[in-house]
């Protein structure tokens, strides 16, 4: 079974601190992912990387960056945490294509609250 | 520009009988459809998918339909039971998944 596994459940931080979110996967997947789910927008694209050190932007990387330094780990940073940024994140793996479609697995989530 | 839409954001039925999520998609490059299926405070669990050039697939229970010249699929549960509450959500993606879109989700709530 995949395990996609993401640090923290809860967290609350302040206007203007710098947050981290951290994400591990343990199949040796090539392609990770940061969304954040809003009600009634379903989940958004924030971040993905398909390999080690490469990272695309989503439809709404602003205000957010990532680092991908080894395959199973793939952090989410707030580089300035703002209100509108309090959502929940969800953290997500996948396989390449050659084994044929593989679908992305989820972590837990992380709930965050930026007072 | 929400590439996927499910405009039913809750649906309930009764125990034993079926119960059909639908979903729509505007863009014609999706190679495959998903249903992912989350309850409260745990993340999205991969429910089922279906490739663009199949119409059906079945597993056990759950069996999703493709329609593309609608650009319009849904999922059917049969029969519905109490633990199949939750939210669903419906997603395309290309085949390298590196563009993944997801539509609101549609709340099942399944009655006794």
């Known amino acids: 079974d995949v395990k996609v596994t993401q640090s923290s459940r809860y967290l609350v931080k302040r206007t203007g601190e710098k947050v981290f979110l951290e994400c591990v996967q343990d199949?040796?997947?090539?392609?990770m992912f940061w969304y954040r789910q809003d009600p009634g927008l379903g989940l958004r694209l924030i971040y993905f990387?398909?390999?080690?050190?490469?990272?695309e932007k989503g439809d709404i990387p602003e205000g957010y960056s990532v680092s991908r330094e080894k395959k199973e780990r793939f952090s989410l940073i707030l580089e300035s945490a703002s209100t509108n940024q309090t959502s929940m994140y969800l953290c997500?793996?996948?396989?390449?294509?050659?084994?044929?479609?593989?679908?992305?697995?989820f972590g837990d989530g992380t709930r965050l609250s930026i007072l | 520009d929400q590439q996927v839409k499910q405009n039913s954001p809750s649906l309930s039925v009764q125990e034993g009988r079926i119960s059909i999520l639908n979903c729509d998609y505007t863009?014609?490059?999706?190679?495959?459809f998903l249903w992912y299926k989350k309850y409260p405070a745990e993340g999205p669990t991969f429910l089922i998918s279906?490739?663009?050039?199949?119409d059906k697939n079945e597993d056990g229970r759950f069996t999703v339909f493709l329609n593309k010249s609608a650009k319009h699929l849904s999922l059917h549960i049969v029969p519905s039971q109490p633990g199949d509450s939750a939210v669903y959500f419906c997603a395309a993606s290309t085949y390298n998944n590196n563009d993944m879109r997801f539509g609101a989700g549609t709340r099942l709530t399944v009655k006794p």
């Open positions: 863009n014609s490059m999706f190679d495959y």
């Open positions: 199949m040796d997947h090539e392609n």
């Open positions: 990387s398909y390999d080690v050190k490469m990272k």
């Open positions: 997500a793996s996948s396989g390449v294509g050659d084994r044929g479609y593989q679908p992305q697995h």
């Open positions: 279906i490739s663009s050039i199949k």
